[in-house]
């Protein structure tokens, strides 16, 4: 498997832990291992989408990089990536 898919199966694995830290934590909200999971993973996540933005461009509209370009319509689309 090629590092960019590595990252972006990293980026999905970090989105899928965090939903479900989001459901326990709707029933147990003041649980602190699960709040300090739910930071760790956000910080991972969120340092690997900017790993992944700078390296191979963006994946939401948003993350657009460019002043003079709107980069996000750039062939291939995100989930079309490989």
């Known amino acids: 498997m090629n590092e960019k898919r590595k990252l972006l ?4 694995q970090y989105d899928f ?3 479900e830290l ?5 029933t147990h909200p003041n649980c602190p291992r699960a709040l300090a999971m ?8 969120m340092n690997a989408v900017n790993e992944y933005v700078s390296r191979y461009g963006p ?11 709107w980069d996000w319509i750039d062939d291939p689309w995100p989930w079309e990536r490989s």
């Open 9 to 12: 199966n990293k980026i999905r």
């Open 22 to 26: 989001n459901l326990y934590l709707d």
């Open 59 to 69: 994946l939401m509209p948003e993350q657009n990089n460019d002043a003079d370009h």
């Open 38 to 45: 739910f930071r760790k993973y956000k910080q991972l996540r």
């Open 17 to 19: 832990t965090l939903k």
